[in-house]
């Protein structure tokens, strides 16, 4: 099964070669934390981390 990863640009959190969400390949399997959005338009902590998209994200990267 593959690890997790995290987007070094975007903070997706995913599986496989390159990230789904701005298609990059700079990424870590060495994150802090995770996040759901799931109404990014009414979280306080999407809107104060500036994510303005449903999806997994690491906290830090």
Known sequence: MPKQKACKKCRTVYKGAKCPRCGSEESTD????????LNPEESEI?????LNEKGEYAIKT
Request: no cysteine; proline share 0%; aromatic share 16%.
């Open 30 to 37: 060495t994150f802090k934390g995770k996040i759901f959005v």
């Open 46 to 50: 999407a809107k104060k981390i500036k």
